[in-house]
Each structure stands twice: as structure tokens, then as C-alpha cells.
């Protein structure tokens, strides 16, 4: 079993694994290069290691939060959550609403 970290950048809390990295209340970072920003410090102060791109971890977070303002799925899309094995039907979808 993976121990949970949690780390703080800025005010936005990023609790992570090996396999996940959740973006607790995503929504409320709606700046793109705000996103790319608290990512890039993440990997930087954690080490934190990825076989995804920081392109597609920006999708997706776009992605749930489209999903969150829409009113859709708000337990699921409040959080971010940057799964290492995402399933390739969700990373399709991240392509499409994450533009």
C-alpha cells in the first residue's frame, strides 16, 4: 500500500503517491498558467516522477474543471485527480474537453 504525501504550493493542496497525484479543489485554480506553474513546482519539489506529460495533466485538470462549472459529476470533478495509469477512453475525453 502507497503512502499518501501531501504538499502545499501555494494554496492549493496536492496530495500524491506513485501511482496518483489529487489537486484537492481544483476548480478554484482556473489560470492556465497558474496550472503549469503549481505542476512544475510540484515535480520540482517533490521529484515526483511521471510517464504522462505536463500537457496532459493540464487537459485533464481543464477537463474536470469544464465538468465542475457545468454542474456535472461535482463529487468526482471537485478534485483532480492526475492518475499514472489512466485509462485510454478518459485520456480521449481529457483531449477533448481539455482544449
Known sequence: MN??????IGSVTIQYDD???RIVDSYKVENSKDM???LK???LKTGYRTKRSLKSWI????AHNRLYKLGLFKS???DCDLEENEK??????YQILGI
Do not use: S
Not at 485510454?88 to 475525453?93: E, F, G, N, V
Open 88 to 93: 485510454i477512453h478518459r485520456l480521449i475525453a
Open 36 to 38: 503549469i506553474r503549481i
Open 3 to 8: 503512502v499518501i504525501k501531501i504538499i502545499q
Open 19 to 21: 501511482e496518483d497525484v
Open 59 to 62: 487537459k485533464e485538470w481543464k
Open 41 to 43: 513546482l510540484f515535480k
Open 76 to 78: 468526482h470533478t471537485k
